[in-house]
């Protein structure tokens, strides 16, 4: 059965930091690239950022570059998100996916063959 678990997620300060992992089942995840998308109540899921299948190649939106960092450790089944200096806008539902493509970029939510459940971010001020 293929599965996508997050984690990771909580209520976190303005300023601060979380890591999200998402860990894989079911597939073989080292021929995936891995992205990370968001949510927020009311509006279309947001693609943050994709890491390739070898974890040679990263790319994530201007309006988080620098501040978050994907990344996978292959032999864990395991993809990371650390996001640091955290704003309020940041709260979202985070999700991962997975894709077999093996393009160096996926942006787009139908690029992907599945998701995980999704782990809530709640960033307060």
């Known amino acids: 059965q293929v599965q996508l678990e997050e984690s990771g997620g909580g209520l976190v300060q303005a300023g601060g930091s979380v890591k999200l992992s998402c860990v894989a089942s079911?597939?073989?995840?080292?021929?995936?690239?891995m992205g990370w998308f968001r949510q927020v109540p009311g509006k279309e899921r947001q693609f943050v950022g994709h890491?390739?299948?070898?974890?040679?190649?990263?790319y994530d939106i201007k309006s988080v570059r620098g501040r978050f960092t994907i990344s996978r450790d292959n032999d864990k089944n395991t993809v990371y998100l650390v996001m640091n200096i955290l704003r309020p806008e940041t709260t979202a539902v985070y999700y991962c996916?997975?894709?077999?493509?093996?393009?160096?970029?996926?942006?787009?939510?139908?690029?992907?063959?599945?998701w995980g459940q999704g782990t809530q971010v709640t960033v307060s001020s």
């Open positions: 996916a997975a894709e077999r493509s093996q393009a160096l970029v996926a942006g787009r939510w139908y690029d992907y063959d599945c």
């Open positions: 890491i390739t299948f070898s974890g040679g190649s990263t």
């Open positions: 079911g597939f073989t995840f080292s021929t995936y690239g």
